[in-house]
Nanobody, 118 residues
Framework: QVQLVESGGGLVQPGGSLRLSCVVS????????MGWYRQAPGEQRELGEL??????????GYGDSMKGRFTISRDNAKNTVYLQMNSLKPEDTAVYYC?????????WGQGTQVTVSS
C-alpha cells in the first residue's frame, strides 16, 4: 500500500521560510515524478495549483509564482521529497499536498497547512 505523509507546515510571517517533507512508503520515488500542489480554501485538491515537480532524471519545474522562491528536492535513500519555501507571502497560504504516480495511478498525501500571516 502506497502512503505519502507530508509534514512541516505551520504559521509563518511574511518573508519567512518553511521546509515541507513528504515521506513515501510502499513504493519507490526514484522511479517516478513527484510533485507538490496546493489547495486554497474551497478548491478541490485535484484542481489545485501546481507548486513544483521533480522528474526521475532530476529535472525540475515550478509554478510561475513560485520560481525563485521555492526549491523541490528529493532524497532517494530516505524515499522523501522536500519543498523549501522562502520569501513566503500571504497568498502562499494553502494546504500543500504531495503527489506521486505509480502504475498510472495518482497517490496523494493528507496535506499540510501553510499559513503566512503577520
Amino acid at each position: 500500500q502506497v502512503q505519502l505523509v507530508e509534514s512541516g507546515g505551520g504559521l509563518v510571517q511574511p518573508g519567512g521560510s518553511l521546509r515541507l517533507s513528504c515521506v513515501v512508503s510502499g513504493s519507490d520515488i526514484s522511479v517516478t515524478s513527484m510533485g507538490w500542489y496546493r489547495q486554497a480554501p474551497g478548491e478541490q485538491r485535484e484542481l489545485g495549483e501546481l507548486v513544483a515537480f521533480i522528474r526521475r532524471d532530476g529535472s525540475r519545474g515550478y509554478g510561475d509564482s513560485m520560481k525563485g522562491r521555492f526549491t523541490i528536492s528529493r532524497d532517494n535513500a530516505k524515499n522523501t521529497v522536500y519543498l523549501q519555501m522562502n520569501s513566503l507571502k500571504p497568498e502562499d497560504t494553502a494546504v500543500y499536498y504531495c503527489k506521486g504516480t505509480w502504475y498510472q495511478r495518482n497517490y496523494w498525501g493528507q496535506g499540510t497547512q501553510v499559513t503566512v500571516s503577520s
